[in-house]
């Protein structure tokens, strides 16, 4: 099943480790082990850790050296880790470069299962060449010995969330485990998605493609080798993709021998995979165009829109319709019906348009409305569509992003903070993506170490001197709920609006600005947001209220 974290804390170079934090990762398998020394989170690192082949179940060892005063790059480098599919991270000399391991990062660590490790403090005796080399015989003798991979891979699979369980994301993982490149393709020989295990190769398909004329019933039976200066071996699965249709799975290793069972089983979990998550996958459709978008398949995605004429460039806004109430996953919602309510809105007021069901979420994308300033109307349209069903929805407005990779860092964005959006934010519907990411911010802040967050409430500190309750109570839901309205906030609390202009004239006294000019009360707004959701989340701020 693959060597876990678990088991690597057990190697002699290990033994002396302790696990702070993130436990219920530890069966985790782990892949490999690098270095990660230069960790200042900068443009160039955005970069690096944003390459779509960058390797995943890597456990990472750092000393922070590079941030070792600032708590918050601290957090938003094991956020990053953990986003990139990496497995856990060893911190090793603390005490010594490190001063300590603040608690923002062993609650951070925890919330995410991200296993945080570290290594003996204030002793230079321990060094990485020690754990790299056990770690990584570890993982090449357990490959020799434990040669069934379909349930290790399937296993990863399923404990990802529905947007990053992709068929991209499967072929990385076979592609790492059997050492060799991946590519399915159509019955036309087209790719619909790839896996390459050195990451120069990006030549092999047109080289199999020009050997094998773009036939399918030219590819091998059995294991073949592409005479060259490569010397290149393929092999061909044949994939069972429903309707009587099939895709075929090439398994390529360059200067070297392929293992019939690893191909075997490579297919195995490619075949597995279509069935229980991703049926059909390899037809053409709209919803097929969605699912590409939203799971970062980019060769699939330009294949499916080049085949429907689609101009996935064109897409520049997205609506995410989705129940206010949690929902488990065999929810009963007739999300077929309510794709059909909005359906003729959609056609009569745009062009480009396609939607489908993802993640328990109705999603939405756009191209420019067909009547320019009509937006706000098509929204209270598509609202008064659904408004006759059971359930309560939410509508989130995403517009203006550039292209289709931004789609997807959006909606992931989204699903990621939408719990905290609505409890900064309970009675605003529609939603903005802008209003998401605020409450993404917010939430990140509390994991930031005492110091970020003792500072990003600051702003509230004249009102700790002289607390009140109602005048507290009054900012919040002016700045909150109310989109800073005198007549609305008084509607809320039920108040007279004279009261509320009082109250918002005294509050302009004790912070020594009005409250309702930016930028002077941006700070302070966040603030208010930032308490509100430490409240709701049992999260005491310094100065309890």
Known sequence: MGVTVEDVLRLPALRSARVLAGHKGLQKVVTSISVLEYTDPSELQEQFFSLEDFRRGELVISGFVSIKDSVEKQCEVIRRLYEAGEVGLILYYVGIFVPRIDESLLQLAEELSFPLISMPENSMEVQYGSAIYEVTEEIIKEHMTDTYLVAEILEKIAFLPSYRRS????????????????????????????????????????????????????????????????????????????????????????????????????????????????QGHGNVGKDEILKAILMDEQVKMQRLADSMQFDVSAIHHMILILPRKNKKENSQVNWGKIQGKVKQTLDKNYMLNISGVFDQCLIILTGEENIKGSYQEIIEALMDDIQGEKEEWQFVLCRGMDNTREVRSTFVECKTYMQEARIIFPLKNPLTCQEIQFAGKCRQTMYRGEESLNAALLPLKDLDERWDADMYKTLETYFLDADMSIVKTAELLYLHKNTIKYRIAKLADIFHYRVNKMPESYELYKAVALHRLMAKLNTKPKNER
């Open 167 to 278: 068929m991209d994301y499967l072929l990385h993982l076979v592609s790492n485990r059997i050492s060799a490149s991946l590519f399915l393709i159509d019955d036309k020989f087209r790719m619909i998605n790839c896996a390459l295990f050195q990451k120069d190769g990006r030549e092999l398909f047109g080289q199999i493609c020009s050997y094998y004329e773009k036939n399918v019933n030219r590819l091998p039976a059995d294991t073949d080798r592409i005479l060259g200066e490569t010397r290149m071996i393929v092999n061909c699965q044949k994939i069972r993709n429903g309707n009587q249709t099939h895709l075929y799975l090439l398994v390529v290793r360059e200067n070297g021998d392929l293992s019939r069972s690893l191909c075997w089983q490579a297919a195995e979990a490619v075949q597995l995979y279509i069935r229980v998550w991703s």
